[in-house]
């Protein structure tokens, strides 16, 4: 069966620190995949897409950028975080190709300070 | 374009009593529609999904939606709602393009009372 991981759970870092959130999918190949924010008490906002390796989509501008470096491994990075990047954010994996359902992650909380 | 809304930012309860979320969708194909619980802190967990076929699709906990076209309608309900299931729902339709993409509602908070 197919699995999802994100780490870390929890982050809290300073304004202007770098960032880097990773998300790895487990049994089954060139998955598309996704990062989400969530605001507090708000939707979820798409931010990047990705439908295989070093292929980006971005959703809105942003101090946010995203990578795949191998088929299953999905990083969101920042070089320097905003207090408006504080927020839940969730990866996610969809089969390739399909307009099938999306599978989440656990999330990252991430808090800026 | 598509979009989907959900009326009702929160919905309270109590246990034991029938559990309505509403969702209607705008969509000038027919759509693939999916429902998704969150609770605290927590991911987004599928509950059930709607591509073709039979309109009224059953899932997990006891869930169960009804795709009705005519009312471009996808409302979720539970016959009898249990404590547990205090969380928020999100319905989403899927962007019927080469996309991948959902497009998810604002969600609506369920508040179950004992």
């Known amino acids: 069966s197919q699995t999802i991981h994100q780490w870390p759970a929890t982050l809290v870092q300073p304004v202007g620190s770098p960032l880097s959130l990773e998300c790895t999918v487990e049994g089954t190949s060139n998955p598309n995949l996704y990062w989400y924010r969530q605001a507090a008490g708000r939707g979820l906002q798409l931010l990047f897409y990705s439908v295989g390796i070093g292929q980006i989509s971005s959703e809105v501008p942003q101090n946010l950028s995203a990578s795949r470096p191998q088929d299953r491994q999905f990083i969101l990075s920042s070089k320097k975080l905003l207090l408006s990047d504080s927020g839940f954010y969730l990866c996610?994996?969809?089969?390739?190709?399909?307009?099938?359902?999306?599978?989440f992650g656990d999330g990252t909380r991430l808090s800026i300070l | 374009a598509q979009s989907v809304t959900q009326l009702g930012s929160h919905v309270s309860v109590s246990e034991g009593a029938l559990v309505l979320l509403r969702c209607n969708y705008s969509?000038?194909?027919?759509?693939?529609l999916f429902w998704y619980v969150q609770y605290p802190n927590q991911g987004l967990q599928l509950l059930l999904k709607y591509t073709t076929g039979a309109t009224l699709v059953k899932g997990i906990n006891g869930f169960e939606a009804e795709f009705k076209k005519s009312e471009t309608s996808f409302h979720l309900t539970k016959p009898s709602a249990h404590m547990s299931d205090a969380a928020e729902y999100f319905c989403?339709?899927?962007?019927?393009?080469?996309?991948?993409?959902?497009?998810f509602g604002s969600g609506t908070r369920l508040l179950v009372r004992p």
């Open positions: 996610a994996w969809s089969v390739h190709g399909g307009l099938e359902a999306q599978h």
């Open positions: 989403a339709v899927s962007r019927m393009d080469s996309s991948y993409k959902l497009i």
């Open positions: 969509s000038s194909v027919p759509p693939y």
